[in-house]
């Protein structure tokens, strides 16, 4: 699907992005041209780009992997 027409970005193009480093709608500005024009797209890019950082870090670190701050024990 088409985020941003003005430079024909697809969530495709979003998610190749985020998993060549990108993980601001800063990066993706510059990368892609995503909300460079007219802006209507910002909303929609932000919410795609929210939805795949979300999903980098579940690849990134599944629940079993996860780091978790060390648990204080009962004394
Ligand atoms: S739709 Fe993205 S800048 Fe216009």
């Not at 979003?14 to 709608?25: F, N, P, W, Y």
């Not at 209507?40 to 079993?64: F, G, I, N, S, W």
Request: net charge positive; hydrophobic share 35%.
């Amino acid at each position: 699907m088409y985020i941003c027409l003005c430079n024909a970005v697809t969530e495709k193009d979003i998610h190749q992005a985020v998993c060549e480093g990108a993980c601001s709608m800063r990066d993706l500005r510059q990368q892609l041209g995503v909300a460079s024009q007219c802006g209507r797209c910002a909303t929609c890019a932000k919410a795609v780009l929210d939805q795949e950082m979300q999903h980098a870090k579940v690849v990134q670190y599944p629940m079993h992997q996860h780091p978790r701050p060390a648990l204080k024990q009962a004394v």
